[in-house]
């Protein structure tokens, strides 16, 4: 799960990188293009086969996908990486508010009365995300970090969807083969609206990576919840923020305000423990795509 969270990290360096050059259309685009090939040769050679019964489902888990991809190349583009990735993993609050407001719209009090710590936990989140927010206002950066906090909700909702695909009996290299699919074309049809960069080198290599190392972070992923203790590797994907911290500061010479950082803090603390608190209440997680 560390070599995921690190292969993640340096996929968001490559697209800092490939941003000051080509818009999110073209990189969610040719991301996904990478992917597929990539992922159909992990098919073949895994012997998976590529029917599926429940293309409807596959169609709603890429369109809700595509979106919080797209928001977190947004971000990335124009935030902190550190900021930018904290507000993306915010998907198990997220996932975990949900629960929250399940149980409130089917009036089971009672059940919310039990459900006090993880309201807790997500009461807390926020909080983080108002601290971590805060210095991009000053910098006039919200609007960006608003688009980072809708990655992390639409993460959420994919994750759902990801689970729901699981227990109906789709293999994971399907899944992401098909999300793949999902975000190339998205890509190709936001190009129609967004236009095309120039291709000019060596620019144009960072647009290899992103993929590459979006589908090696996937299968490390993926083995991670297939052979380690849930739990533990659902809370090790927060590596990838000190990663970010650690890239963002060397290479880009990212500053964040001591009111950031305790934002961040809060919010992997409230990610933790709101894991750790919903774990009897959802089935394991499924890997999550990037």
């Given at each position: ?145 608003l688009i980072g906090l809708l990655s992390g909700l639409g993460a959420a ?134």
């Amino acid at each position: 799960m560390v070599v995921a969270s690190l292969m993640f990290a340096l996929m968001s360096v490559c697209i800092k990188f490939a941003s000051a050059h080509f818009n999110v259309a073209e990189i969610v685009a040719w991301r996904g293009a990478i992917g597929i090939a990539f992922m159909a040769a992990w098919c073949r050679a895994q012997g998976v086969s590529v029917r599926t019964r429940v293309p409807m489902m596959h169609v709603w888990r890429s369109v809700v996908g595509v979106l919080s991809l797209a928001s977190w190349f947004y971000a990335i583009a124009h935030l902190p990486l550190a900021t930018a990735m904290t507000l993306n993993y915010m998907s198990g609050v997220w996932v975990a508010a949900f629960l929250v407001g399940g149980t409130l719209a089917m009036g089971r009090l009672q059940d919310l009365a039990r459900q006090g710590p993880i309201v807790l936990t997500v009461l807390a989140a926020f909080t983080g995300v108002v601290l971590l927010l805060r210095p991009t206002i000053e910098q006039n950066q919200l609007f960006a970090g608003l688009i980072g906090l809708l990655s992390g909700l639409g993460a959420a909702f994919a994750y759902l969807q990801v689970a729901a695909l699981g227990r109906v009996g789709e293999p994971e290299a399907r899944t992401v083969l098909y999300f793949s699919v999902g975000a190339t074309l998205a890509g190709f049809v936001g190009m129609a609206f967004t236009g095309t960069s120039p291709w000019t080198w060596p620019q144009a290599l960072w647009l290899l990576p992103i993929g590459v190392l979006a589908a090696l972070g996937q299968l490390a992923m993926t083995r991670a919840y297939t052979r380690g203790a849930t739990l533990v590797v659902a809370n090790l994907q927060y590596s990838g923020i000190v990663f970010a911290a650690l890239f963002g500061l060397w290479l880009f010479g990212d500053r964040i305000a001591p009111m950031g950082w305790a934002g961040m803090g809060i919010i992997v603390a409230s990610g933790i423990a709101a894991t750790v608190l919903r774990a009897r209440a959802l089935p394991n997680p499924p890997a999550e795509e990037h």
